[in-house]
């Protein structure tokens, strides 16, 4: 039990931290425009927003929200909770949350996928997609539609739960756009630190999303996302700090989180259907993808050191 709890944990933290990097960038290049007083305050009181009010309330109230039956105290403590009631409470439930959880995933991953710009990591499968992006909206339609059927046929709301995902997925995308182009803004502007400070909690806010759903592939249990999630956000503040420019090195790290979105989209897809999948199997599906694309990055680095 307990190594299972580590095991989940540390896969969290990792997760976490590597899908963070772009949230890392942003934080870096507008960090770089404010004086030393406000880079301290964002740094210190920031780290605290991060972890406790955003990877600390926003699971609980999903799981809150999920079973609205619970008060707020027994839904943060269901994890440890002997009754039987509660556990049968997040049990019910638990297929809908998956399956909001995995859809919005694999949205994601799809966009990217499609749409975004990036460094080939498995280059024929991803120029291949690339050429194809105005497919994006009609795939992504017809994803929802069979996926909806399928889980409609088994339980109403976890039909709702798909749709919850896939609107939560367009929202959130949005901000995201915003956030660049604002971000961009912001590197070259005069306005006041204050103004920079609340962009960068908003965006610290919108890109923990990803990270907090995909921690329900992980586990279920409110304090060990919280703890997991926590230490990502520490990792990633690091990297903010004084390590982001190696971290931009590795230019397929992006790649192999995107990659373990799709898996851990899967794995909450299959979950919510009944089927029961390994705790440790998120985990290790993390450690692998990641660490194949940290592998091939370091052999990128090694052929432009050579040239």
Do not use: C
């Amino acid at each position: 039990m307990l190594f299972s709890a580590l095991i989940t944990v540390v896969g969290l933290s990792f997760f976490e931290t590597i899908s963070s990097v772009d949230n890392a960038i942003i934080n870096a290049e507008v960090l770089g425009t404010m004086n030393a007083k406000a880079r301290k305050w964002f740094l210190a009181w920031g780290l605290l927003i991060a972890v406790f009010l955003v990877r600390g309330l926003l699971p609980w109230a999903i799981v809150w929200g999920f079973n609205p039956s619970l008060g707020p105290i027994q839904a943060f403590t269901a994890a440890f909770s002997g009754d039987i009631a509660v556990k049968h409470s997040i049990e019910q439930s638990a297929p809908i949350l998956l399956m909001a959880g995995g859809m919005f995933l694999i949205f994601l991953f799809l966009h990217w996928l499609f749409l975004e710009d990036k460094h080939l990591g498995l280059p024929r499968t991803e120029k291949f997609f690339m050429e194809r992006g105005v497919w994006f909206y009609a795939f992504v339609s017809i994803l929802l539609t069979v996926v909806s059927y399928f889980a409609l046929k088994q339980n109403s709301m976890m039909g709702f739960g798909a749709v919850i995902g896939s609107t939560l997925f367009f929202i959130t995308h949005g901000f995201k756009q915003s956030a660049e182009a604002e971000e961009k803004k912001l590197k070259n502007s005069v306005r006041s630190d204050l103004s920079k400070l609340f962009f960068l909690e908003i965006i610290d806010a919108t890109f923990s999303i990803d990270g907090v759903l995909g921690a329900f592939a992980f586990t279920l249990s409110v304090p060990l996302i919280l703890l997991g999630n926590g230490l990502g956000a520490v990792m990633v503040r690091q990297l903010t700090i004084g390590n982001i420019e190696r971290i931009k090195k590795y230019i397929y790290l992006k790649n192999g989180a995107m990659y373990s979105i799709l898996v851990l989209g899967i794995i909450m897809l299959i979950q919510s259907f009944g089927h029961k999948v390994p705790e440790y199997t998120s985990p290790l599906a993390t450690f692998i993808i990641i660490g194949f694309f940290f592998w091939k990055s370091k052999m990128h680095l090694k052929k432009v050191v050579i040239k």
